[in-house]
């Protein structure tokens, strides 16, 4: 046996495999999931499902709906949005998007496969001052959110805007963006045009991520439905906000009744032993969320719903007075946060606005340190439901590029709008607002 032969025999059969493996997902193809299998993604909150679009599709035709968010969303207790939508029969299902980490950079990346879906539809957003911090998004939070298909997709799709340079600038600041996105990036973020060969590298590693997310995106969906099931039987067989409210102090005094703060016996437990209460007694008392580049990222999210004409609620949730105060949380400065946040949103046409962040104080209000409980989960569907029901009527925004600056990142304190007055919707002539 020559040589060539025997090299063909030991590396053929890898050869082979390797060239219809690349066939297999540089083919275009489709799947369909069944009704279970979206349910399932819809509550999974896997970082896989996060990062593809043929499922979010898929659960957007179908009437689910968007709830974008982080950790919060994980504390599904029997008041949880989507345990009341089950329980109820509701209209809609919520499709949750996020968990720890997921904020407005990691959002919008993540947005990007859906704007056909999400056209003129609904959405729900419950965004939290917490996201605010200085330098906003954390790198390695984002490492996990961080969608190559999606990337590929804000790419292929840019313009030469403020928006889509602004973008794609943020994206370079993270790490995991490598490679020939990286490169597309770059192009992206100085105005360029791509070059053909980027254009034709970018859209054959979409075509195999599409393939990949069609094929995978079922893996390892986390099983949730047994247990928002099991939680619906705790609730009253009729809607009703007393019977809710009932319930969630049921389940609260159960839940609570190892600490002072009203935080959930597991979690302080797990994460609040006695050296680390002590090492965070004060450990906040110069937080300030007013200053962030957060808002320019947040900007990005308002954006790409005012593309999409969707109609969108928004929830500001508070944290535990009771933990604000024992880390010396400012509730002044957090206050004047969140007036930052109605004002960026009000001023641009976005008046579905929740503000929960007052609420911080009352009982069973909160589940933890920070995330809303049962009581708080209440408050949420005293919102939602309603706006759910509503006629959804076509939603024009008016987007400002200021909102990008790093003038109005690094603004301490906007007054709160009065939406009857129009006038009070223009900013200043000072700020010289220019839309798109």
Known sequence: MNNKRRLWQIFGPVLCAFILLLV???????????????????????????????????????????????????????????????????????????????????????????????????????????????????????????SPLQACNFILQARNTRTDRYAAKRFLKMPEVKGIIKSGMKTVARGGKLSTIQRLALDGRRRMLNNEDKFFSTFQLRDRIQKIRAQGKLLPDKYSIAGLDRVADEQAEKHTNSNDFGINNVFYKKRLNKRTLDRLKGSQRDFDYTKSAEYGDFELMLDQFAKQHTNVLFIIPPVNAKWSEYTGLSQKM??????????????????????????????????????????GWVAVDQAVRPFMKKANLPYNYNIHNYFYSKKWQRKPYAALVNITDKNTLKVDQKDNLKGN
């Open 24 to 146: 297999v997902f540089l083919l275009p193809w489709e799947r369909t999931f069944s009704k279970d299998s979206v349910y399932q993604a819809a509550n999974s909150q896997t970082t896989t499902i996060f990062k593809g679009s043929r499922m979010k599709q898929n659960a957007y035709q179908d009437g689910y709906v968007p709830f974008y968010g982080s950790s919060e969303l994980s504390r599904m207790d029997p008041l949880h949005p989507s345990v009341l939508a089950e329980k109820y029969h509701r209209s809609y299902r919520p499709f949750l998007l996020g968990g720890p980490g997921s904020q407005s950079l990691a959002q919008f990346l993540g947005m990007q496969g859906t704007a056909e879906q999400l056209k003129n539809k609904k959405a729900v957003v419950i965004v939290s001052p917490q996201w605010f911090t200085k330098r906003g998004q954390d790198p390695n939070a984002f490492s996990l959110y961080y």
């Open 334 to 375: 957090y206050q004047k946060a969140v007036s930052k946040i109605k004002y960026q949103l009000r001023s641009q046409g976005f008046d579905n606005i929740k503000d929960l962040s007052k609420r911080g104080a009352q009982q069973h209000f909160m589940e933890d340190t920070i995330h809303l409980g049962w009581r």
